[in-house]
């Protein structure tokens, strides 16, 4: 196939085209909602909750899809390029696989890893009666359960809930921003997410008292099948610019405690010669200089 590359007329579509254009520092990943074209009252509540946690940073299509990632993904990649999103949520509902979700992130427009998750309970937010972030809110994540570390599967989905739910990257935090949070617990083959909000109460020191309440919505999640990439796809999706790799600074080491130490190579040094600071206790006297000088006898001042 042979494209061809018209130049932009307008300004506008030149900001939209530099906008798209590679970057040494990544824009914030997007997401995009799908629903199938069988999706069911329970499904369709999921993804409004995840869109409501994910905004501004997410695209929810209202409209019923039929697609069926594992079988054809070329519907996934189109809108991945309409929208420029690079993570996806699609949700659709069967017999075969009741309240399924199917999460998944795009490599180049190319479909990366997919796993896909049963709904096995669902609490929305608005069954939850209590205050409620406010929108864009960076939240905390915390994985508990050793299947995250031990099952190569459960790791790569760890690593795929980090990529869904970071949000973008800042350069400093304040202690009253951290007020969201998201806990992913594995144990005995399930998934529970759970999402609360931090309280900070008075302690009568500095340090606040931290309440948890929950805030919603709250899954129970089953794994059933994946489509993840193979090694070497997934080593040169993690390959990062050369601009962006630290350079090396020779002679320079750090302890356990972050101090840090330089080695400093200089020419050598004829201590002899050194001058120091010139006190009167420091001062040699006459016999000392004459018995350097050889013996000689120090010459008599004039008297006036």
């Given at each position: 196939?042979?494209?061809?590359?018209?130049?932009?007329?307008?300004?506008?579509?030149?900001?939209f085209i530099e906008k798209r254009e590679p970057k040494l520092n990544e824009n914030t990943k997007n997401a995009m909602l799908i629903r199938g074209g069988n999706a069911n009252l329970t499904v369709t509540e999921v993804l409004k909750d995840i869109y409501a946690v994910k905004k501004p940073f997410a695209v929810l299509y209202k409209r019923k899809n039929i697609t069926r990632p594992f079988e054809d993904q070329t519907s996934l990649e189109f809108?991945?390029?309409?929208?420029?999103?690079?993570?996806f949520l699609f949700g659709s509902h069967n017999k075969k696989r009741p309240n399924n979700l199917i999460i998944g992130r795009m490599f180049d427009h190319h479909v990366l890893d997919m796993i896909e998750l049963g709904i096995e309970k669902f609490v929305?937010?608005?069954?939850?009666?209590?205050?409620?972030?406010?929108?864009?809110?960076?939240?905390?994540?915390?994985f508990a359960g050793d299947m995250f570390d031990v099952s190569e599967e459960y790791r790569r989905l760890?690593?795929?809930?980090?990529?869904?739910?970071?949000g973008p990257t800042v350069?400093?935090?304040?202690?009253?921003?951290?007020?969201?949070?998201?806990?992913?617990?594995?144990?005995?083959?399930?998934?529970?997410?759970?999402?609360?909000?931090?309280?900070?109460?008075?302690?009568?020191?500095?340090?606040?008292?931290?309440?948890l309440e929950e805030m919603g919505p709250s899954l129970d999640l089953v794994m059933r099948r994946t489509h993840l990439a193979s090694d070497d796809l997934y080593k040169?999706?993690?390959?990062?610019?050369?601009?962006?790799?630290?350079?090396?600074?020779?002679?320079i080491s750090h302890d356990v405690f972050g101090t840090t130490y330089g080695r400093i190579h200089m020419q050598k040094q004829d201590l002899s010669k050194l001058q120091t600071r010139k006190m009167k206790g420091l001062k040699k006297r006459p016999a000392e200089k004459s018995a350097e000088d050889g013996g000689a006898t120090p010459k008599k001042s004039k008297s006036a």
């Open positions: 196939l042979i494209y061809c590359y018209r130049k932009p007329k307008t300004k506008r579509a030149k900001r809108f991945s390029k309409k929208s420029d999103c690079s993570l929305s937010l608005k069954d939850v009666k209590n205050s409620k972030c406010p929108e864009g809110t960076k939240p905390m994540l915390i760890k690593s795929l809930l980090i990529d869904f739910f970071r350069p400093s935090i304040r202690l009253a921003g951290l007020e969201y949070v998201l806990h992913f617990t594995a144990v005995d083959g399930k998934i529970y997410m759970r999402s609360y909000k931090v309280l900070l109460k008075k302690s009568g020191c500095k340090i606040p008292r931290i309440e040169l999706s993690l390959k990062q610019p050369k601009a962006l790799k630290p350079k090396k600074k020779k002679n």
